[in-house]
């Protein structure tokens, strides 16, 4: 069973910075792709980046293209969501996935796996 652990939230005025982690275990981190997930109060969980299982290859949606970058660390079993000029509509509480693939088409077609850790706030201030 795959184990998701995110940290790396909390609180941050607008134009600020944040680097998330989600840590995993229970199987070959390096041969999966992995994303990032973000739920807002009263909103449907929506996606935010994935990366392959290299690292070459990302994607973003298109509300943190230019102020996000997604990236892993095979060997520490970990990926990253460095977070740049944040905005109070960042606000959410982000959640780390892992694919079932390692393919960055496939996480977007729903090629993942149903594990979810519990997540971390972040909150924007204005």
């Known amino acids: 069973q795959v184990q998701l652990v995110e940290s790396g939230g909390g609180l941050v005025q607008a134009g600020g910075s944040l680097r998330l982690s989600c840590a995993t275990s229970g199987r070959t981190f390096s041969s999966y792709a992995m994303g990032w997930f973000r739920q807002a109060p009263g909103k449907e969980r929506e996606f935010v980046a994935a990366i392959n299982w290299s690292g070459l290859s990302t994607y973003y949606a298109d509300s943190v293209k230019g102020r996000f970058t997604i990236s892993r660390d095979n060997a520490k079993n970990t990926v990253y969501l460095q977070m740049n000029s944040l905005k109070p509509e960042d606000t959410a509480v982000y959640y780390c996935?892992?694919?079932?693939?390692?393919?960055?088409?496939?996480?977007?077609?729903?090629?993942?796996?149903?594990?979810w850790g519990p997540g971390t706030q972040v909150t924007v201030s204005s």
């Open positions: 996935n892992a694919g079932s693939t390692g393919w960055v088409q496939d996480f977007l077609s729903g090629a993942r796996y149903g594990y």
